[in-house]
């Protein structure tokens, strides 16, 4: 069932350029002007009276909601707190008829993430489900469901499972914007004809797996690194560090570029890899700031960069190019090249990269 690859986690990597285009499937209209959610019972009026959103959730779809957070501000004006579930029930969010939580879940059976739904229904939220599971128990409780079509995930660490939550949160974004009035006609027309070259600019990504499996190599033998980045650079920089660590046991941390010289900063010293995710344009000056100071400490930097950027190349020791998209959708793509460096450092480290110590694919307790 490897399909021919060593690992059931490299397969279900090159998995994703399909992952998204299924769970994009017949949800992006045919003449391609925006999205169709036909599945969702919630009604038009009830959207324009949500004043809040909750995104919860666990581990790597925890991740994805933290992207989702940024997606929906950006795209529907909406103020969205994502938690971490073992966390939400226990600090008496305030949840009304007005809030729509929404869970996120591949497996749609994490307790916690179950708790927390049970909650948000008992205080009279609007609950709907993101998860990969037709008819778990998180899809059969929730209100309204978005199924990622992401296929069977096998390996424990998340992958395909993770970007394809990013992809339902983008259309899920766009329908709520559509309901709202918050992207023109011609923002929404412009964001899903790149939501569409997403698949095609993952695969160019995966033919570039041998470079990042040089660079793994390398990593493998360091026992502590850092990621850094801004926005939703963060957020893949939190994916990224969580990936490294489940896998290959190294140490890392990611943190918001901006918080370094906070504390942090006191850790970087000489050859100490660090991965700077600089996708965001707007943000692209004030994260090379960033990096020179960890370069000033003698810190090692790969650049994830947008192709192009050549100011910020040239400010870091090398780089890993993705393709152009819109910023709001680069967490689908940068996210790849972190997926297989994690991959490339387990392999390097002989550990068993499908099964991990100490950690189960569904965790059923609280
Ligand atoms: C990490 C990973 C976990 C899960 C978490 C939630 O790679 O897979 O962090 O994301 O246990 O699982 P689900 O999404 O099934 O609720």
Redesign the pocket.
């Known amino acids: 069932e490897k399909a021919g690859f060593d690992h059931f986690m490299l397969k279900e990597i090159y998995d994703q350029p399909k992952a998204y285009r299924d769970t994009m499937g017949s949800r992006i209209s045919p003449d391609g002007l925006g999205v169709t959610l036909n599945e969702l019972k919630i009604t038009a009026e009830a959207i324009r009276n949500i004043n809040r959103v909750h995104i919860v959730?666990?581990?790597?779809?925890y991740h994805a909601g933290m992207v989702g957070k940024y997606v929906i501000e950006k795209l529907a004006r909406i103020p969205v707190e994502t938690d971490v579930a073992s966390e939400y029930r226990y600090r008496s969010p305030i949840i009304t008829k007005d809030t729509l939580v929404i869970v996120?879940?591949?497996?749609?059976?994490?307790a916690d993430?179950l708790a927390a739904l049970r909650e948000a229904k008992r205080c009279g939220a609007h609950v709907l489900a993101i998860t990969n599971v037709v008819g778990s128990s998180v899809a059969r409780e929730a209100d309204d469901v978005i199924t990622t079509w992401a296929g069977l995930e096998i390996a424990?660490?998340?992958t395909k499972?993770y970007t394809s939550q990013l992809i339902a949160f983008y259309l899920l974004g766009l329908h709520l914007a559509q309901t709202l009035g918050t992207q023109t006609s011609d923002e929404i027309k412009e964001t899903v004809k790149a939501l569409k070259e997403l698949p095609a600019q993952v695969e160019e990504i995966l033919a570039q797996a041998e470079a990042i499996k040089v660079v793994a190599e390398e990593m493998a033998k360091h026992d502590n690194l850092f990621f850094i980045g801004r926005g939703l650079d963060y957020a893949v920089a939190m994916e990224g560090s969580?990936?490294l660590k489940?896998i290959s046991y190294i140490h890392s941390e990611a943190y918001a570029a901006g918080e370094l010289k906070h504390g942090t900063l006191a850790l970087i010293e000489d050859g100490v890899p660090v991965i700077a995710l600089a996708t965001q344009h707007e943000l692209l000056e004030k994260t090379v700031s960033n990096i020179k100071e960890v370069k000033a400490r003698g810190a090692n930097v790969l650049g994830i960069a947008v192709e192009g950027e050549l100011e910020l190349q040239k400010s870091v020791d090398s780089t890993f190019v993705i393709p152009k998209t819109l910023d709001v959708l680069s967490p689908a793509l940068a996210v790849i090249p972190l997926q297989l460096l994690s991959y490339y450092a387990s392999l390097a480290r002989g550990n068993d990269v499908d099964k991990p110590r100490n950690l189960a694919k569904?965790?059923t307790v609280e």
């Open positions: 959730a666990c581990g790597t779809a996120v879940s591949q497996s749609g059976e994490t993430t424990v660490a998340s499972g969580l990936k489940e569904s965790v």
